[in-house]
């Protein structure tokens, strides 16, 4: 995007990110940093399985993220100023990967977290013209940070 956020868009953003201060949410993405490290739907259902604690806090992230990219796929949020400030997104989604498609053919939903996918898409590409490598840097940093597992 090659123009400056409007003012409506401009005071979205800043509702948005007013939601993330929101303590519950705030727990929940504390949560999903530290514990949803998963390869496949079996692992997603171990961390995060519907009704559990955990289930409920990643959908917490996952619906947050999902909701704003939507704002943002619908052009009601700054492209350049979305992705200037608000890159956690684009560790969600590399965090969820793995089990998006697996998740979509077991609901039967082309959509589940469709927006988030875009976003994180147009994120890579935008990132990679303005700080070449960031996105490579971020996922190794990302992979370092994820605990090792344990031999048997």
């Known amino acids: 995007m090659e123009s400056k956020p409007t003012h409506e868009q401009a005071q979205l953003h800043l509702q948005v990110y007013e939601l993330r201060r929101e303590a519950r949410l705030r727990q929940a993405r504390d949560w999903f940093f530290q514990n949803y490290y998963v390869n496949s739907l079996e692992d997603s259902m171990r961390v995060a399985a519907p009704g559990t604690e955990g289930g409920t806090l990643a959908m917490m992230v996952l619906s947050y993220w999902e909701q704003a990219c939507a704002l943002l796929d619908y052009g009601l949020l700054h492209e350049d100023l979305f992705f200037e400030t608000s890159g956690e997104f684009f560790g969600v989604w590399e965090r969820v990967k793995p089990v998006v498609q697996p998740m979509r053919e077991l609901m039967s939903s082309r959509q589940f ?8 898409k147009r994120y890579e590409a935008w990132m ?4 070449p490598g960031h996105i490579a840097a971020m996922r190794q940093f990302m992979e370092q940070m994820r605990p090792k597992t344990r031999a048997a």
């Open 128 to 131: 990679e013209t303005r700080s």
């Open 113 to 120: 977290l469709a927006h988030l996918e875009n976003a994180a």
